[in-house]
């Protein structure tokens, strides 16, 4: 069951999307923007000292919330936005850093995201694990929350283990996103696709509409957001131990 009110959920008397908030400013830069829907979240936000935005309710997407934002601050369509997701507590900086200077070494990415090896064939079954499949060059093929690559062989034999998930490169899509800002003024006229319908992956969108997103392989290992309970209460035992 996912958490209700999630962002504002106490980690270590912190509220969760101020921790995040917190992660993002520690990147190199130019500015960090906390986009949201509720007044009380902006509030807490905005007492934390971070810069806030009042956005619709009506958005489909975090793409949409965020394009929001873009708009109202007439941002140019070259300029770099990175999306992080308001459940990531723990998102190392420079993984924010990999993306923008990914994408402004070449120009002709509009999208770029992250993923990382799945190590362990209980997250590759779980379905608030988001897996996905690239080609050689690093461009999505697909992202799913069902287990693919599918092991078939070793599934049917009932011998999944962590080894065969390592052996199979699965990835987790770790729910960063670097945008140029054309490519997300296009990808807000799309309307919700079939596939991100059924999934309840945004995503999906731009590739069913043949767009293409790179992802990149983390530089270093990202500890995975919070979803449930039991999320939640792993993170919170991460930042106590480490003091963070």
């Known amino acids: 069951m996912r958490l209700p009110n999630k962002p504002l959920?106490?980690?270590?008397?912190?509220?969760?999307?101020?921790?995040?908030?917190r992660r993002a400013a520690l990147a190199q830069v130019d500015e960090v923007i906390v986009a949201v829907d509720d007044v009380q979240v902006q509030e807490v936000v905005a007492q934390a000292g971070f810069d806030v935005e009042m956005t619709s309710k009506d958005h489909i997407s975090g793409s949409d919330r965020v394009m929001e934002v873009a708009a109202r601050r007439a941002w140019s369509n070259q300029d770099i936005v990175i999306n992080v997701q308001g459940d990531e507590p723990l998102l190392p900086p420079s993984v924010i850093n990999q993306i923008a200077q990914y994408m402004k070494h070449d120009p002709h990415?509009?999208?770029?995201?992250?993923?990382?090896?799945?190590?362990?064939a209980a997250d590759f079954v779980n379905p608030n694990v988001v897996k996905v499949v690239s080609d050689r060059s690093g461009r999505a093929l697909y992202f799913s929350r069902a287990s693919i690559p599918f092991p078939r062989d070793d599934v049917l034999e009932e011998a999944?283990?962590?080894?065969?998930?390592?052996q199979a490169h699965a990835q987790r899509h770790v729910g960063v996103y670097g945008f140029q800002v054309h490519a997300l003024k296009h990808f807000v006229t799309l309307s919700d696709s079939r596939l991100e319908r059924i999934e309840r992956l945004e995503q999906l969108r731009w590739l069913e509409d043949g767009g293409r997103i790179d992802v990149l392989q983390s530089a270093v290992p990202i500890p995975g957001g919070v979803d449930t309970q039991e999320d939640l209460d792993k993170v919170r035992q991460i930042i106590a131990v480490n003091a963070l």
Request: charged content about 15%.
């Open 9 to 21: 959920v106490d980690i270590v008397g912190i509220p969760m999307v101020v921790r995040v908030a």
């Open 160 to 166: 999944l283990t962590d080894a065969v998930v390592q």
């Open 109 to 120: 990415v509009a999208i770029a995201t992250l993923s990382e090896p799945i190590e362990s």
